[in-house]
């Protein structure tokens, strides 16, 4: 690194990283503008990923917001080093991708793509379920070892390299048509760079040793004819980012960015996708406790729960909540990692962030348990 480390302590770092993400609330494409990524995933507890993150940075966001109006707005399901949302002018930092389909269904049934191709342009918004009435069910061994439903998974490695785009969802099932003409392409020292700095953006302030492994899958996924490490080096070298050196850990983050910052009395219930929590390494390093996404864990061997909701608390995420609708009841039971805050403040808000909760999810507040 070109720049010497900064002075800042952790509690600083801390502060930053909550403040920096959970920005003054705006409308729906401004939040996923200002995040760059939105995680996706279909678990549903008390509401999917994407809404639990959204619903902290969208003005009146409610539950399955971001599924109605998805087709009206410049965005885009894509894999970075997960997947999610994007804006849709980020789709240059990942196309073209040279990468083979997967499970190589292409090269099994090369006609089968200009097939599908001609049908999606001809019939616009196509369900896998009316493209399989029309084409035929030709099944394919998955990457599980079971079978699959050829076009289907055909539709997959076709927007995967671009050829076609999510159109909208029907019931959480993806719905495809004809990807829009993209600009000019970026050279691949430039992509990779900028896919490196939406990651640092979404996600800091990092470890490095995170930032580097971020780098590597995105390589992996997107660039495969690239070296992550190298990149990360020369987004080093080129002053992009500012580091600091806290109890032998090296963080990142943006350098246009500054780290004065207050935190909010304000409890929030994130998801464990939520950019706050993310990343498992600088969570424990952060606040001393390592979460765990129990979801598929066995019951029994569950110490949170099913989709334990990591418990902000100004800038220390200092226990977890467990949501469940039940009979359109909203109810919610708390644990911490020591003992409740016994400021009236704490209750204060913890109670308006589960009225929060209620309203996104249309619902009433019932059960409310501390332990």
Same mark, same amino acid.
């Given at each position: 690194?070109?720049?010497?480390?900064?002075?800042?302590?952790?509690?600083?770092?801390?502060?930053?990283?909550?403040? /920096?993400? $959970?920005?003054?609330?705006?409308?729906?494409?401004?939040?996923?503008?200002?995040? %760059?990524?939105?995680?996706?995933?279909?678990?549903?507890?008390?509401?999917?990923?994407?809404?639990?993150?959204?619903?902290?940075?969208?003005?009146?966001?409610?539950?399955?917001?971001?599924?109605?109006?998805?087709?009206?707005?410049?965005?885009?399901?894509?894999?970075?080093?997960?997947?999610?949302?994007?804006?849709?002018?980020?789709?240059?930092?990942?196309?073209?991708?040279?990468?083979?389909?997967?499970?190589?269904?292409?090269?099994?049934?090369?006609?089968?793509?200009?097939?599908?191709?001609?049908?999606?342009?001809?019939?616009?918004?196509?369900?896998?379920? @009316?493209?399989?009435?029309?084409?035929?069910?030709?099944?394919?061994?998955?990457?599980?070892?079971?079978?699959?439903?050829?076009?289907?998974?055909?539709?997959?490695?076709?927007?995967? +390299?671009?050829?076609?785009?999510?159109?909208?969802?029907?019931?959480?099932?993806?719905?495809?048509?004809?990807?829009?003409?993209?600009?000019?392409?970026?050279?691949?020292?430039?992509?990779?760079?900028? $896919?490196? @700095?939406?990651?640092?953006?979404?996600?800091?302030?990092?470890?490095?040793?995170?930032?580097?492994?971020?780098?590597?899958?995105?390589?992996?996924?997107?660039?495969?004819?690239?070296?992550?490490?190298?990149?990360? &080096?020369?987004?080093?070298?080129?002053? /992009?980012?500012?580091?600091?050196?806290?109890? %032998?850990?090296?963080?990142?983050?943006?350098?246009?960015? +500054?780290?004065?910052?207050?935190?909010?009395?304000?409890?929030?219930?994130?998801?464990?996708?939520?950019?706050?929590?993310?990343?498992?390494?600088?969570?424990?390093?952060?606040?001393?406790? &390592?979460?765990?996404?129990?979801?598929?864990?066995?019951?029994?061997?569950?110490?949170?729960?099913?989709?334990?909701?990591? $418990?902000?608390?100004?800038?220390?995420?200092?226990?977890? &909540?467990?949501?469940?609708?039940?009979?359109?009841?909203?109810?919610?039971?708390?644990?911490?990692?020591?003992?409740?805050?016994?400021?009236?403040?704490?209750?204060?808000?913890? %109670?308006?962030?589960?009225?929060?909760?209620?309203?996104?999810?249309?619902? /009433?507040? %019932?059960?409310?348990?501390?332990?």
């Amino acid at each position: 690194m070109s720049r010497r480390a900064s002075r800042v302590s952790l509690e600083q770092l801390r502060q930053y990283a909550v403040a /920096r993400t $959970l920005f003054t609330p705006r409308d729906l494409e401004g939040a996923i503008r200002a995040l %760059g990524f939105v995680q996706l995933d279909p678990i549903r507890a008390p509401a999917r990923a994407q809404d639990l993150i959204l619903r902290h940075r969208v003005l009146g966001y409610r539950a399955g917001d971001l599924e109605k109006h998805y087709p009206s707005l410049p965005l885009a399901e894509e894999l970075i080093h997960v997947y999610g949302i994007l804006p849709r002018d980020s789709l240059r930092l990942l196309h073209p991708r040279p990468v083979r389909d997967p499970w190589h269904v292409e090269e099994a049934h090369p006609r089968l793509a200009k097939r599908i191709l001609t049908h999606v342009g001809k019939h616009g918004p196509t369900h896998p379920r @009316e493209l399989q009435k029309a084409l035929g069910a030709v099944r394919v061994i998955n990457g599980w070892g079971g079978e699959s439903v050829a076009t289907t998974r055909m539709l997959e490695a076709l927007h995967r +390299r671009g050829h076609l785009r999510i159109a909208r969802r029907d019931k959480g099932v993806k719905v495809y048509e004809l990807a829009h003409a993209l600009p000019k392409p970026l050279r691949s020292t430039e992509r990779v760079t900028k $896919l490196l @700095e939406l990651m640092l953006h979404l996600y800091a302030p990092l470890p490095e040793r995170s930032l580097r492994e971020l780098a590597a899958v995105a390589v992996r996924t997107s660039l495969p004819c690239a070296n992550g490490a190298k990149a990360v &080096a020369r987004l080093m070298a080129e002053d /992009r980012v500012r580091h600091a050196i806290v109890d %032998g850990v090296t963080y990142v983050w943006p350098a246009t960015e +500054r780290l004065q910052v207050e935190p909010h009395d304000e409890v929030r219930l994130l998801t464990p996708f939520d950019p706050i929590v993310w990343d498992r390494r600088r969570f424990e390093l952060f606040w001393g406790w &390592a979460y765990r996404f129990e979801a598929y864990t066995p019951p029994a061997k569950r110490r949170l729960g099913y989709y334990a909701l990591p $418990l902000l608390w100004r800038d220390s995420v200092i226990g977890w &909540a467990n949501a469940a609708l039940t009979g359109g009841v909203l109810s919610v039971e708390t644990g911490f990692t020591a003992k409740r805050p016994r400021e009236a403040a704490f209750g204060r808000e913890l %109670g308006a962030e589960i009225e929060r909760m209620s309203e996104f999810l249309e619902t /009433r507040v %019932g059960r409310v348990v501390a332990r």
